[in-house]
């Protein structure tokens, strides 16, 4: 696949740019002329990754989340959503529906909500290191 344009974004690990990571992705995807649903299911993905990576990437700490946003040829997006934080020790089961490492606070279904809003997700993690979430999708507006 080509890219045909790509945005990064690197923002602090607070939970107030949550907000803003949603409107850059929606904006910078406008150009492929997005339907409701379509944005909707994107913005929602991202806001769990972002998310996921404030409360469990971080936990206690502060640091940066990069975002990548990159279009490729046929509508084709591809959203990367990565930390440096603690990493995931069990990635299969940090995927499985209610399960979470934040207490009763939480519900667990952030990579659940990811899976049935995208057309692909995929979860890379270190213990240590970090995690890194890419999210695709195919938009079926107007083509670049």
């Known amino acids: ?9 690197i ?20 150009c492929l002329d997005p ?9 929602t993905a991202v806001s769990e990754a972002v ?8 936990k206690e700490k502060e ?13 084709i ?3 990367k959503v990565r930390d440096k934080g603690v990493g995931i020790k069990d990635i299969e089961k940090a995927m499985e529906p209610l399960f979470t490492t934040a207490g009763s606070e939480r519900a667990g279904l952030g990579f659940a909500v990811m899976e049935s809003f995208m ?5 890379s993690s270190k213990p240590g290191s970090g ?6 999708k195919k938009i079926w507006g107007k083509r670049l």
């Open 11 to 30: 923002m602090d690990s607070k939970s107030v740019n949550e907000g803003f990571s949603r409107v850059a992705v929606s904006a910078f995807i406008a």
């Open 131 to 136: 995690t890194t979430v890419c999210l695709e």
């Open 119 to 123: 057309d692909k997700v995929r979860v």
């Open 1 to 9: 696949m080509n890219c045909i344009n790509e945005m990064r974004l």
């Open 77 to 79: 997006i591809r959203i």
């Open 51 to 58: 998310t996921n990576a404030i409360v469990h990437g971080y």
């Open 63 to 75: 640091g940066k989340i990069y975002i990548t946003v990159s279009l490729f040829e046929n509508n």
């Open 35 to 43: 339907n409701i649903e379509e944005l909707t299911d994107i913005k």
